[in-house]
């Protein structure tokens, strides 16, 4: 027990796991092998075709993607409907949009997620910036999605006018360059630059333009260690101090050494953080602790320097099948020890399943349905939170068609987005435009209103 509440008995049912029922949902994502970007028809995985943006029900823009040069995905946004009125024809008002510029790659490596805006410095925690401005993330800067055998090498948003989907923000560009090391590790550096009005760079908080470089040593037995450090971005004056960027981009930090230790039962992460000319700031721990016995997975975090309070833990459990069967946020309490009598419990102690295996709801500390899933056959069609609907799901073919994403005002439940998609394009991941969501070993986006396994939990809670 922890404190007044604890995990109750769970039901056995059948063996439909969550992984399945994930990949049912896109049934066919992360597809193809290495093409060019020409398009096939109807073949391949799903991705963006149009993205409709509303706010209280009425349509604020559009982002329309093409697919046709290749090694390059982009989209225009669509700010004004035109004379007609009316949006998504031929005299819609077009400017800015995505670019995303790959090249043919071996092996070809994301942009590393071990961020030096982060807090805790690894992709679990999400990028600190979106997290200033409550957007849903796992950490990565990047919005372009993976392209089998292919290397994003520049990625670039441009807004004019007075739209921009929201979860852009503003307009950036991020050069990225990557080169094998002798040791078999890698180098890679990520030259982010933001833009304010008139296209201008910007200089001034939230937003400041900078070069991350991360490099990685070691192997999967022994644990692998990434040096992050950031620098200004040369497009600054002379004027603009590195301490200055670092403020912000490194949230006062200028460089990060972090180690992941690997293990069966436990595995860590540790980083090292420091300020100007290499002085010790703190370390930082993320222990991944895996108790089969129990079948839980606890994920805890701690500091130095000073030490953190209030500190939390996350405990994930899992039955005999490897089936999420709990989530819940634990609290230390004023005695700042775990699993004691004063722990503050939240979260999700029990899901509850059909005969099938399919994931009905998540209760409370209550056991009050916190979240509702509906399906379609076997692929989840909505997801309510608190009675509100905050997905729809719908298909064609078996394959994923439309995604309606809604708001999370308490007040109202209107769609906020809309994304409309196609299956012709080679080699293509799965990807939410502009939406930050975390992804599987595969590129494919994952719901983070959907709980994951076991596996996809420690792998997102690695520095890479």
């Not at 703190?282 to 991944?288: A, F, G, P, Q, V």
């Not at 009675?387 to 394959?399: C, I, L, M, S």
């Not at 439309?402 to 769609?415: C, D, G, T, Y």
Request: some cysteine.
């Amino acid at each position: 027990m922890w404190g007044k509440t604890g995990l109750r008995e769970k039901t056995k049912v059948k063996s439909l796991t969550l992984v399945v029922v994930l990949s049912i949902l896109i049934a066919g994502c992360g597809g193809g092998g290495g093409g060019d970007g020409q398009s096939a028809t109807g073949s391949y995985a799903p991705v963006p075709d149009t993205v409709t943006y509303r706010e209280g029900g009425d349509v604020t823009g559009m982002q329309v993607f093409d697919y046709s040069v290749s090694n390059v995905i982009r989209s225009r946004f669509v700010v004004d409907p035109g004379t007609d009125g009316r949006w998504g024809t031929g005299d819609d008002v077009r400017a800015g949009g995505l670019t995303c510029r790959y090249q043919q790659s071996e092996n070809p490596l994301p942009p590393a997620l071990l961020s030096v805006v982060q807090n805790m410095g690894t992709n679990g925690d999400g990028n600190f910036a979106l997290q200033q401005l409550d957007i849903e993330s796992d950490g990565r800067i990047s919005v372009c999605p993976r392209w089998k055998g292919k290397q994003l090498v520049r990625e670039e948003v441009l807004c004019k006018g007075e739209f921009c989907p929201a979860r852009y923000q503003l307009g950036y560009r991020m050069t990225i360059s990557q080169q094998a090391l002798e040791d078999g590790g890698w180098k890679q550096s990520q030259n982010v630059v933001f833009y304010g009005e008139n296209d201008q760079i910007t200089t001034a908080p939230p937003f400041l333009s900078h070069i991350q470089t991360t490099e990685l040593s070691g192997d999967s037995q022994a644990g692998f260690e990434f040096v992050v450090t950031v620098d200004p971005s040369p497009e600054y004056s002379d004027s603009v101090s590195l301490p200055n960027i670092a403020v912000y981009s490194g949230n006062g930090y200028q460089k990060k050494v972090a180690k992941w230790l690997p293990g069966d039962l436990e595995s860590r992460v540790i980083i090292d953080r420091y300020g100007d000319n290499d002085s010790y700031v703190d370390t930082r721990y993320r222990t991944l602790t895996w108790l089969p016995e129990k079948g839980e997975l606890q994920v805890s975090e701690a500091s130095q320097n000073p030490p953190a309070s209030n500190q939390l833990m996350k405990v994930y459990v899992f039955d005999g099948e490897g089936k999420p069967v709990g989530e819940i946020f634990l609290g230390a309490g004023n005695d700042e020890i775990w699993f004691s009598i004063d722990d503050v419990v939240e979260g999700f102690p029990e899901f509850v399943y059909d005969e099938n295996g399919q994931l009905l709801s998540m209760l409370d500390t209550q056991e009050n349905p916190e979240r509702v899933f509906t399906y379609d056959g076997d692929k989840v069609k909505s997801i309510h939170v608190r009675d509100r609907k905050r997905r729809e799901y719908q298909y064609a073919n078996g394959k994923l068609a439309k995604i309606s994403l809604f708001s999370r005002s308490v007040e109202r439940e209107e769609i906020e987005q809309q994304v409309l998609f196609r299956d012709d394009i080679l080699g293509v991941a799965t990807f939410i435009p502009d939406r930050r969501f975390p992804r599987d070993k595969e590129g494919v986006f994952l719901d983070p209103l959907f709980p994951q396994d076991r596996d996809q939990i420690i792998r997102l809670g690695r520095p890479f």
